[in-house]
């Protein structure tokens, strides 16, 4: 709910912003927001997201059986018991405050754990300002946050930090859902970097989205995009989408510089200062297969700092995981894994299968981090098993700065797939 004017941004101020928000360092200091009253429903009943059936509302305009809860209240303690349910159902909203040019909700929703576990997911529900569309139903824009952290502190539902990346899709008329990921913002060890379970929330908030009527209006076609983590999170949605929510409509997939080849990216990444990312794999795979021991990984030192994970977000991790030790703190294994690591690194590895829409890959040629060359491997195996995708490279641009140098290609290439334009034939790298 917006308190206030907010001025107008250019489109390169929006880039800037969202190169900005989206940073891999984002804070996760603390941001709650201060709700406005919610208003009363002017309707008595929810047509249900797939269906005409109409379905009984509460109180406030959403299905009875959501709880709506009070701006100062803990929205999150109501994630302590997962109860019964199927996934994607709403359990609980809240309103926040927001200069966005519309509504935003924090939201709780069941969704189930790779070991076949209910849970409860966080996120946020972004509404657009206006009337929606004839019909009252408006496409929907999944997205994906970067990496925060695995802590409960460092979700973007709790600290706002990334929602300025609604805001293109916002004034595009879409309903804009952005899912915390299983375990970040509420019970459990975030299962960093496990495709299943994240493609799963991407997907559940999608669903509750839809299910919580026309207080929402999110309706289909369905659109998904992501950065860095969040990258890898829709590759796998779009890719499990087929089965795990076949009822969506899965029109179009960004990733924006998305982690591949596991191993070798996980190897670089596990020395120096940026170990503190193979941390919060083990951390969390240790978390979703019982199997896994991080013993098999990291070393006495590594294992000492590995609680560290559950302490602070990205920041404080680079400084601990950084600090001198007597000893690497992890094993020189990289090349050849111990069982079962090695197999959950080809688990975990995006783009085995074909999906249920088109995707577009954006990556920066000086991409540092997790370098271009990963994606463009990632884009010939894709080809290989029946995706259809393109990949477009920015030289010049690295990690984040991609973001702003691709956002243009980004939302028109959307807009063609919402307005039904077919992508070129095959697997291609268009000129930039």
């Known amino acids: 709910m917006r308190t206030g004017p907010r001025p107008a941004r250019t489109r390169r101020q929006r880039a800037l912003a969202l190169a900005a928000v989206l940073a891999l360092a984002a804070s996760c200091s603390s941001a709650g927001g201060e709700g406005g009253a919610v208003a009363s429903p002017t309707t008595s009943t929810v047509a249900d997201a797939t269906s005409t059936t109409a379905a009984p509302v509460g109180p406030h305009g959403f299905p009875e059986g959501v709880e709506v809860v009070d701006a100062d209240d803990d929205l999150y303690a109501l994630a302590e018991d997962p109860g019964d349910g199927e996934p994607g159902e709403p359990v609980a909203v809240q309103p926040v405050a927001t200069e966005l040019e519309g509504d935003l909700w924090r ?63 916002l004034e595009r008329g879409m309903v804009v859902t952005a899912t915390d990921y299983e375990g970040l913002g509420t019970p459990g060890l975030h299962p960093y970097l496990v495709g299943e379970s994240q493609g799963r929330s991407v997907l559940d908030l999608v669903r509750a989205a839809q299910a919580l009527g026309p207080r929402v ?3 289909e076609p369905v659109v998904l995009w992501g950065h860095s983590q969040g990258g890898h999170a829709v590759l796998f949605a779009n890719e499990i989408a087929p089965t795990w929510a076949p009822e969506l409509d899965v029109v179009a997939t960004v990733a924006g510089a998305p982690p591949s080849q596991m191993p ?38 590594g294992l000492e700092r590995l609680a560290l994970v559950e302490e602070g977000c990205i920041g404080e991790l680079a400084a601990a995981w950084g600090a001198p030790a007597p000893e690497p703190l992890v094993r020189d294994v990289a090349a ?6 090695g197999e959950l690194f080809q688990a975990n590895e995006p783009g085995q299968a074909a999906g249920a829409g088109p995707v577009l890959i954006l990556h ?3 991409d540092a981090l997790v370098p271009a060359v990963t994606s463009a491997i990632l884009a010939e195996r894709m080809c290989g098993v029946g995706q259809e995708v393109q990949r477009r490279s920015y030289p ?18 959307i ?18």
């Open 107 to 169: 939201v709780l929703y069941r969704s189930t754990s790779v070991a076949g576990d209910p849970v409860v997911v966080s996120g946020l529900i972004a509404v657009p300002a206006g009337e929606p569309p004839s019909g009252g139903r408006r496409p929907v824009a999944a997205w994906a946050h970067g990496t925060t952290g695995v802590a409960d502190e460092c979700a973007p539902s709790r600290t706002l930090a990334q929602i300025e990346a609604a805001i293109p899709l």
């Open 217 to 219: 209006g999110a309706g």
């Open 264 to 301: 070798l990216l996980l190897g670089a990444l596990g020395s120096g200062p940026t170990s503190f990312f193979l941390g919060m794999v083990i951390a969390g795979w240790a978390a979703a297969y019982p199997d896994a021991d991080p013993a098999d990984l990291l070393t006495p030192t």
């Open 336 to 341: 050849d894994p111990p069982a079962p690591w």
């Open 364 to 366: 920066g040629e000086d």
């Open 396 to 413: 010049g641009a690295d990690h984040l700065s991609v973001i702003p140098a691709s956002l243009d290609d980004m939302l028109n290439w």
């Open 415 to 432: 807009e063609e797939r919402l307005a039904g334009v077919p992508v070129e034939a095959g697997c291609a790298e268009p000129g930039n």
